[in-house]
């Protein structure tokens, strides 16, 4: 399973529509959180039968929304019961195939709170061979000024390839990846992007004028966005290394390794901004479809002894 995120279209209409379902969905979610941390219970079916019509009622929601939104609220208050959840109004909506239907692969239908309105999708290369494989529901999510779907697909796995050799990988901050082949992925360049966005931060929270605010907001997220594209690259390019060469991809396990580490105070900002995990996940994926297996071993002293 693959979670592609599809661009909308929507008219000025639309948007007002999905935008005003989207509040009351999250208010929804808060009222469900409340009664659920009131009553110290994420069950779902005991929830239902105590908010189920008041949220119908109050927030406007269709039947199946409004179990959604209890769905919804009940998972997010399981993974921390000590405290109780909060919803932003721009969270995410949940559609399940009663609330979405695609009507091809460049329209689909969404439930509002106005009915149901078809609003137009972006369809890029990568999107459209994978779009008739949707499974299960999607999020729809509203990212600066611009709505998506993240929607989940079934991608065909290739089969296993039978491996004659290792590609060991060795994962640092100032090196990402060096494989053992002496391939070398350097973080300069995220390291250049993080500071650079950094000390324009700093000097715009100085400034405080309005315009420097709507800078400001206008950076969130570009270092995040900047590190993703890195990492994507990086996996593309051992996966298909390690297909080209019938090779298993050897990764160290690097689980807790923040709690393990001694660092300086000036180093805690890389430490804690090492993304070696997303780096992980985008080469487990990759290697599953292209079939390329991939262990896990000891990370102690593989700087040294990767090649071997």
């Not at 009351?24 to 019509?53: G, H, M, S």
């Not at 709505?147 to 296993?160: I, Q």
């Not at 000390?199 to 206008?218: F, I, P, V």
């Amino acid at each position: 399973m693959q979670t592609l995120r599809v661009k909308l279209e929507p008219t000025p209409e639309q948007v007002q529509a999905i935008r005003e379902t989207m509040h009351q969905f999250n208010a929804a979610c808060n009222f469900v959180a409340d009664k659920a941390f009131e009553l110290r219970t994420a069950n779902k079916i005991e929830l239902q039968k105590v908010v189920y019509y008041p949220i119908r009622e109050q927030f406007n929601l269709s039947s199946q929304m409004a179990v959604r939104a209890i769905s919804k609220t009940c998972e997010a208050y399981k993974r921390d019961k000590s405290i109780q959840p909060t919803f932003d109004p721009d969270g995410s909506v949940v559609y399940d195939q009663r609330l979405m239907s695609w009507k091809g692969l460049d329209l689909v239908s969404l439930l509002t709170l106005e009915g149901r309105i078809k609003v137009p999708v972006v369809i890029c290369e990568y999107h459209e061979p994978r779009l008739n494989r949707i499974r299960g529901q999607a999020d729809l999510i509203f990212e600066r000024g611009e709505f998506y779907l993240c929607v989940v697909v079934e991608v065909a796995e290739s089969p296993k390839i039978e491996p004659i050799g290792v590609i060991g990988v060795d994962l640092g901050i100032k090196n990402i990846a060096v494989d053992s082949t002496g391939e070398e992925f350097s973080g300069d360049g995220i390291e250049n992007v993080r500071s650079k966005i950094d000390n324009l931060k700093a000097d715009l929270q100085s400034c405080g004028t309005d315009s420097a605010k709507r800078h400001l907001k206008k950076l969130s997220g570009r270092e995040a966005r900047f590190r993703r594209d890195v990492n994507h690259c990086i996996s593309k390019k051992l996966v298909a290394k390690a297909k080209d060469t019938s090779s298993v991809i050897a990764l160290e396990d690097l689980q807790g390794i923040r709690e393990r580490m001694t660092v300086s105070k000036a180093q805690r900002r890389k430490q804690h901004s090492w993304g070696f995990y997303q780096l992980r996940q985008f080469v487990e994926y990759k290697a599953a479809i292209a079939g390329v297996p991939v262990v896990y071993i000891d990370p102690a002293y593989t700087s040294q002894e990767c090649p071997v």
